[in-house]
């Protein structure tokens, strides 16, 4: 290499180790997986051996590298840390002990989060069957640099330290946007009450809106069809839109008109996880011919008596949403809001002069919101891209 280092197959500096145990039933084991995209090795759960039909399976010690033979072409490649040590794993998760005399198994670990590792690992992966598994011997034919173990020591520590900075900047930003959705949800808290809903006169949700679910996926279209943009749960957050990724779906042409959103439509999500129900915006017609999922309730009003951006609050607030929870089917940590469920929410109808008002003051908080997702998002981005270049002049002896 131009910098004078060596380029060596990992064979040279990694070689097989199984440290079997028979496994019997009444005895627990703990069991290890290797996560993708260089994202490290963890324990997935603890079982009785009479929950396998293997016969063995293999210890895990701290500083093994180990990968999953059939997913290793997605960055299933890690170093054992503490947390795993005495994890066992199948013949799917081979595992190699490295020469601590020539190399230092940090050194071993940032490289497995680099594209090209991967990539190398994917070219050696291509089985039958739609298997891809590496197999262990191929593995290890893969070259890495290798500069003399007080170098790459030194390298380790430079890009620790850069990735200790590039996480706490993370962490600052995602603070200051939490912040900003704190005081959005302290105001909502603050307005929607027992106090505000005894002062209007009030409704139930479905006599005064159109309520509709959306597409189902997989159904049989029989007839001209037409590529329609569709909003999934993952879209609708509380507040606001998340527009970043939108799918596509087919549907007849002479249902087209049945399911497009209107500018004013409030989406709801019917449930989920706990911080999913009742999470609902305004529709703006942020994109032509746009419909939704199954899984959002389309709520219409009529506008001459509610402002969406007043209703939509008023739906997603504290207040709100402990109406959704009593309400709501539960099933464990899930929770979901039916048709009839919705219909029958009360929604208090301030005069709409006193909603315009509500809604120029949310509005504010809204946008300072907005700015600092925005900018944590743009930061995202930016800190994201910038430890794959760390890494890149780190094996280059660039750093």
């Given at each position: ?228 943009p569709y909003l999934r749960v993952a879209n609708v957050q509380d507040g606001y839109l998340n527009l970043g990724q939108i799918k596509e779906i087919d549907v007849l042409e002479t249902e087209k008109d049945k399911w497009l959103l209107q500018s004013g439509d409030i989406l709801l999500t019917e449930g989920g996880d706990w911080d999913k129900l009742g999470r ?120």
């Amino acid at each position: 290499m131009a910098n004078g280092w060596q380029e060596v197959p990992l064979k040279e500096v990694a070689k097989p180790i199984t440290r079997p145990v028979l496994v019997e039933a009444g005895t627990s084991y703990r069991t290890i997986g290797v996560k993708w995209w260089g994202m490290g090795a963890y324990e997935r759960e603890t079982i009785d051996g009479s929950r396998t039909t293997v016969k063995t399976l293999s210890i895990v010690s701290e500083g093994d590298l180990i990968i999953n033979k059939i997913w290793v072409r997605h960055g299933s490649v890690a170093i054992a840390t503490k947390d795993v040590d005495g994890c066992a794993g199948s013949g799917e998760f081979p595992t190699f002990e490295l020469d601590l005399n020539r190399i230092d198994p940090r050194w071993i670990h940032w490289q497995t989060k680099m594209k090209s590792f991967w990539e190398k690992c994917d070219s050696l992966s291509r089985g039958t069957s739609g298997k891809n598994r590496i197999k262990p011997e191929l593995f290890l034919t893969i070259k890495i640099p290798l500069p003399p173990l007080t170098e790459q020591r030194r390298i380790v520590a430079r890009i620790e330290a850069l990735a200790g900075r590039v996480a706490e900047a993370q962490s600052l930003r995602r603070e200051a946007s939490e912040e900003a959705e704190n005081l959005t949800h302290a105001a909502l808290n603050a307005i929607f009450n027992d106090d505000f809903a005894k002062k209007y006169p009030n409704h139930l949700l479905g006599d005064v809106t159109d309520i509709r679910s959306g597409v189902t996926l997989g159904r049989t279209l029989n007839g001209q069809t037409v590529r329609l943009p569709y909003l999934r749960v993952a879209n609708v957050q509380d507040g606001y839109l998340n527009l970043g990724q939108i799918k596509e779906i087919d549907v007849l042409e002479t249902e087209k008109d049945k399911w497009l959103l209107q500018s004013g439509d409030i989406l709801l999500t019917e449930g989920g996880d706990w911080d999913k129900l009742g999470r609902g915006a305004v529709w703006h017609e942020e994109i032509p011919n746009c419909i939704h999922q199954n899984h959002i309730f389309r709520v219409r009003v009529n506008q001459k008596q509610f402002l969406p951006e007043y209703l939509a609050p008023w739906i997603g607030s504290p207040y709100g949403k402990s109406y959704f929870k009593a309400a709501s089917k539960q099933t464990t940590n899930l929770a979901s809001i039916n048709h009839r469920q919705l219909k029958a929410f009360t929604v208090i109808c301030p005069p709409l002069e006193e909603q315009r008002r509500l809604v120029a003051y949310l509005d504010g908080l809204q946008a300072h919101a907005s700015v600092l997702r925005a900018a944590q998002s743009e930061t995202e981005k930016e800190l994201s891209a910038l430890m794959p270049s760390v890494l890149d002049q780190a094996f280059k002896g660039e750093l």
